[in-house]
């Protein structure tokens, strides 16, 4: 069983279904990629993983624990992160205070885990009193995925976290994402800009209306002519 497992996950919002029997897996340490069209449903699969949308099929497995019927708030505790695509700082609180929040869960002494977030985001340390609404779009990227990485999770979920930003950020960004796999933590990220996520991903999952219509590894998807032509662009 791999270390994320959710099968065949079928649900939506109402009486729609979104998710058609979508099944994503990430293994220890891995970079896990999902991509394709606008309304493919890959955010909505990602907030299905979380817990923020009730499955009527299917089951989600961390670790070998089912927790298909935890709330967000329990799957946090079992080692889940979630950074979402807005509205993923708290403006009017300093970074640091951003940082703080992410620890709310933990009883222990987080110090050491927020040295770790500056050393993995430089800039975070020197803004660390400067209030997160007043920074550029990456630099709030980095607080969000750095106040998901206080609460020391197992899995890190990502949803467009490149979105808004300029290329150089992107690319500064996905380094430190490869950064945070090295360090054993499972990545399971959606991403628009297909091409450049799927050249960092180990696995990588192709959604066509709420289903699997290719999985394979980044490479491997990268090298399909069939993925190459219809999703990145030839």
Known sequence: MSFLDA???TGGYGAADILHGCTLKVEKGQIAVIVGPNGAGKSTAMKAVFGMLRLRGGRVTLDGEDITALSPQERVKKGMGFV???????PTMSVEENLEMGA??????????????YELFPILREKRHQNAGELSGGQRQQVAVGRALMTKP????????????????????FDRIIEVARTGISILMVEQNARQALEIADQGYVLVQGANKYTDTGAALMADPEVRRTFLGG
């Open 7 to 9: 099968s065949e996950m």
């Open 84 to 90: 979402p695509q807005v509205n993923n700082v708290f």
């Open 104 to 117: 709310f869960i933990r009883a222990d002494d987080f110090r050491d885990t927020m040295d770790q977030v």
């Open 154 to 173: 197992k899995l890190l979920m990502l949803d467009e976290p490149t979105a808004g930003v300029s290329p150089i950020v992107m690319d500064e960004l």
